[in-house]
């Protein structure tokens, strides 16, 4: 079966601490890994993706097959980073759609 | 960002009464999406649509219905026979229905039960 889990809803760090959002996922062959991100009264937009390989906002990913994980991470957490932050997988050949976690609430405090 | 626009912004519906949530687009996407979220449970995928006069259902299509007519529009009704609809219904597209595209996502439309 096709699932993904953020075993964390709430992660609460002091700003400038380092942050790592964890995502497991379960799919039998190669998918395309994602994070979307909501802000406070903003609509939910993509942060990163792993095929980009790229650093959005000070955060990265790297997807690790043998262990399945997609984990978010990023050095030093800023108070504007503060979301709803969502894991999601995309099928081969499954159209697009995709499947999300659970989401993880980051608060930064000051 | 008005790429993708949602409407109502809220909505509220009767014991019995089917109601059509609109999904517009002018991002000359040709795939769209509904998700539908739950507190605590993340989005679900209820329709998708990869192309124009075609539609699959996701995982938890009962309920509901869609309809693709035109690329830009991707309405979804919420029939009677969805016995629990209070949730917040989110609209997606993307360039194309493959797994390497990501998502453009709506402001979303919020219903509650009368």
């Known amino acids: 079966a096709q699932r993904v889990t953020q075993p964390e809803k709430l992660l609460s760090v002091f700003k400038g601490a380092p942050v790592e959002l964890k995502c497991n996922y379960s799919?039998?062959?190669?998918?395309?890994l994602f994070w979307y991100v909501q802000y406070s009264r903003q609509r939910l937009q993509l942060l990163l993706r792993?095929?980009s390989r790229e650093s959005i906002k000070g955060f990265t990913a790297d997807l690790n097959k043998g262990e399945t994980s997609f984990h978010l991470k990023k050095p030093f957490a800023q108070e504007e980073d503060s979301a709803m932050y969502y894991c999601a997988l995309s099928g081969y050949n499954q159209g697009g759609k995709l499947i999300f976690g659970q989401g993880t609430e980051l608060s930064v405090k000051p | 960002d008005g790429g993708i626009t949602q409407s109502p912004k809220y909505l509220f519906r009767k014991e019995g009464q089917n109601v059509t949530l609109s999904c517009e687009q002018n991002?000359?996407?040709?795939?769209m999406y509904w998700y539908r979220q739950d507190p605590g449970q993340g989005l679900r995928l209820i329709y998708y649509?990869?192309?124009?006069?075609?539609?699959q259902k996701g995982d938890i299509a009962e309920g509901y219905s869609v309809s693709r007519e035109k690329k830009e529009s991707f309405p979804l009704t919420v029939t009677s026979a969805q016995k629990n609809p209070t949730a917040f219904y989110l609209c997606a597209s993307s360039l194309q229905g493959t797994s390497n595209q990501p998502q453009h996502f709506g402001d979303g439309t919020r219903l509650s039960i009368l």
């Open positions: 792993h095929i």
């Open positions: 649509s990869q192309i124009v006069n075609d539609f």
């Open positions: 799919y039998s062959g190669s998918p395309e």
């Open positions: 991002l000359n996407h040709d795939a």
